[in-house]
Nanobody, 115 residues
Framework: QVQVVESGGGLVQPGGSLRLSCAAS????????MAWYRQTPGKQRELVAS???????NLPESTKGRFTFSRDYAKNTVYLQMNNLKPEDTAVYYC?????????WGQGTQVTVSS
């Protein structure tokens, strides 16, 4: 079993920054992927960024250049630094830990970009 805990959401003005953190604990596999997704009402959850245990990252074009994704392997923690935030970045952000066929989600953290 793996526990996934997110933190760092909140309200920010357009152009501002936020840093999200996600820590995984429990039965951590040496081969895994940690990722951030986001979801708005009525839409499917979409990938924001992912990183494997080997260090391979994936950031969609919509977030490249504004979002930075990093990982502390010793702490099994990933960080999402979000800069130049836009109103369309408003969503619930979810962290996901995946190893093999097993996937675990955090409870989600709300990010609201509004003036």
């Amino acid at each position: 079993q793996v526990q996934v805990v997110e933190s760092g959401g909140g309200l920010v003005q357009p152009g501002g920054s936020l840093r999200l953190s996600c820590a995984a604990s429990g039965s951590i596999s040496s081969v895994n992927t940690m990722a951030w997704y986001r979801q708005t009402p009525g839409k499917q959850r979409e990938l924001v960024a992912s990183i494997t245990s080997a260090g391979t990252t994936n950031l969609p074009e919509s977030t490249k250049g504004r979002f930075t994704f990093s990982r502390d392997y010793a702490k099994n923690t990933v960080y999402l630094q979000m800069n130049n935030l836009k109103p369309e970045d408003t969503a619930v952000y979810y962290c996901n830990y995946r190893a093999g066929i097993w996937g675990y989600w955090g409870q989600g953290t709300q990010v609201t970009v509004s003036s």
